[in-house]
């Protein structure tokens, strides 16, 4: 199974917060150099969410500001650590 570049940022993003609260805030944190406001921040990262959440690698629960809260699930860190290692560094442990 494949993740997408914007996919992998993303994982590792909320893998490194922990959770994240609110869509838009997903987007700045995975756009940290962009000048955009917060409902385009919350567009472009939601498409992105919506996927990594229908193939179970993301949940989402409710927090006490009725925001979404990001977590990224045990398949989800499972699929980002085996994507992030390139098999060619696995060779070098072989020998």
């Not at 990594?52 to 860190?77: E, K, M, N």
């Amino acid at each position: 199974m494949t993740l997408w570049k914007i996919e992998k940022i993303i994982l590792r993003v909320i893998i490194e917060q922990g959770s994240i609260t609110g869509t838009s805030t997903v987007g700045f944190a995975i756009w940290p150099n962009r000048n955009i406001q917060p409902q385009g921040a919350a567009a472009g990262a939601g498409r992105f969410l919506r996927r990594l959440i229908d193939r179970g690698f993301v949940i989402t629960t409710q927090d006490h500001t009725a925001l979404p809260c990001y977590r990224v699930t045990s398949i989800g860190h499972q699929v980002w650590k085996d994507e992030t290692i390139d098999s060619r560094q696995m060779s070098l442990l072989e020998y």
